[in-house]
């Protein structure tokens, strides 16, 4: 009778196979409160999420721990994702959590750490990009709300430190919907007023009044302006996306009206200096041109030009005499070569030299009638030709074959009887 009682573990073993055949349980999405959270030694972390009504408990194993960006805490507003099971020892179904992240501000700060790191990647944020904040800037463009502390700031430090400056307001919004592509519109709209620096930013706020700072658009903007601009958004502690992309980043809007101009006190004490320095210099200039041109004035030939004028005169007796010696050497020379042209042998002889001539072109022409082939033809020898080419050899002739047999004064043809070697 009592085989149809289960026990409590074989209920429990039932649910928790019906748990975890159960398709919707194996991958859930809540949202919720975190309480009564304990990190054990091991890693792992055990707390409970709840609602207004509900309330789960949960796990989250040392594995999928070590992958948080944030530490949970009790009342952290968290967007977790994991299966529903039951814990047999308990009998209690819990959530087994593999990934877990804030809700609202952990999915903003999740979206600023991807696009962060997508830009450094492009390169937008590197050093060789920065333009040079001019030092003695003209006029200034400002992309901020028209009204709140920011502008006010602004506008007081560069009319105590620089009221020469032209500011030229750009009003944006800069928080809510639709301000990140008015703050893009705005630094557009700035690049045609031939500004010199452009300050873009605004006061403190929540990472959600900051947010429009860190949207693609406006990094990109910044990064593509041809004014240089630095990024004022929010206190000192607070970073933005578009303080990496800003060719240089100020902690707060006043810490951006100083780097954007000098502070005219400290430039009028540098003119000063420079003033001093310069009369300096002129003067010790002047002092040095007048001792210069007091040596002048009492040099020996200054008090007594003839003797300078004496000096040059016997300087130029003496290069006339060596002058005349060098024409009158080369005089002599030329005339002694002339002297012994007139002696030369063959000048007083030419028949000598004609006579020279003439014997070499006899010995010449007796050695061209050496080898004249007439002249071998004219001692009683003949050439012999067949087929025009002379015949050195009887057995280069062929019986029955027609030669020419050429003399001095004639030729013969003649046919060949008979051949004897």
């Not at 949970?72 to 308990?90: C, F, H, N, Q």
């Not at 900051?210 to 958004?233: G, H, M, Q, T, Y």
């Not at 300087?315 to 005499?321: M, V």
């Amino acid at each position: 009778m009592n085989d149809k009682y289960l026990s409590v573990t074989a209920i429990t073993r039932y649910l928790k196979a019906k748990f975890e055949t159960d398709a919707n349980l194996r991958l859930v999405f809540l949202k919720g409160e975190i309480s009564n959270i304990k990190y054990h030694t091991t890693g792992h972390i055990y707390f409970s999420i709840k609602d207004e009504n509900s309330k789960i408990n949960a796990i989250m194993f040392s594995s999928s721990a070590k992958k948080l960006l944030f530490k949970p805490i009790d009342g952290s507003k968290v967007l977790v994702t994991g299966r529903i099971s039951i814990y047999e020892a308990t009998g209690g179904y819990q959530i087994y959590v593999d990934e877990m992240i804030e809700d609202g501000i952990g999915n903003l700060y999740i979206a600023f750490e991807k696009l962060k790191q997508d830009l450094s990647k492009e390169g937008l944020f590197d050093q060789k990009y920065k333009k040079q904040i001019p030092k003695i800037p003209n006029r200034i463009g400002v992309v901020t709300a028209p009204t709140g502390a920011a502008i006010k700031d602004i506008l007081s430090t560069i009319k105590r430190r620089y009221p020469i400056c032209e500011v030229i307001l750009f009003p944006s919004l800069v928080q809510g919907d639709g301000a990140k592509d008015d703050i893009v519109r705005n630094i557009k709209k700035a690049e045609e007023y031939n500004l010199d620096t452009l300050i873009v930013g605004r006061g403190g706020g929540s990472i959600e009044d900051l947010w429009p700072f860190n949207e693609e658009c406006v990094a990109r903007a910044i990064f593509d302006c041809k004014v240089p601009v630095i990024s004022a958004v929010g206190h000192e502690i607070d970073f933005t996306i578009a303080d990496y992309v800003a060719d240089m980043r100020a902690p707060t809007p006043t810490g951006a009206a100083e780097m954007a101009v000098p502070n005219i006190t400290d430039l009028i004490n540098n003119i000063n200096n420079l003033k001093i320095r310069l009369n300096e210099a002129i003067n010790s200039r002047i002092n040095y041109q007048k001792l210069y041109l007091d040596g002048i004035k009492g040099s020996y030939a200054i008090k007594n030009p003839l003797i300078m004028f004496e000096n040059k005169k016997q300087k130029l007796d003496i290069l006339l005499d060596n002058l005349n010696k060098l024409l009158i050497k080369k005089y002599e020379n030329s005339k002694q070569k002339l002297e012994l042209l007139k002696k030369d042998y063959i000048l007083n002889n030419p028949k000598i030299l004609y006579k020279e001539k003439a014997n070499k072109l006899s010995n010449l022409i007796e050695k061209l009638e050496l080898i004249n082939p007439l002249g071998v033809l004219k001692r009683g020898y003949s050439l012999t030709y067949q087929d025009n080419k002379v015949i050195s050899s009887v057995k280069n002739i062929k019986k029955d074959s027609n030669i020419l047999i050429k003399l001095y004064d004639g030729s013969i043809e003649t046919k060949v009887i008979d051949i004897k070697k």
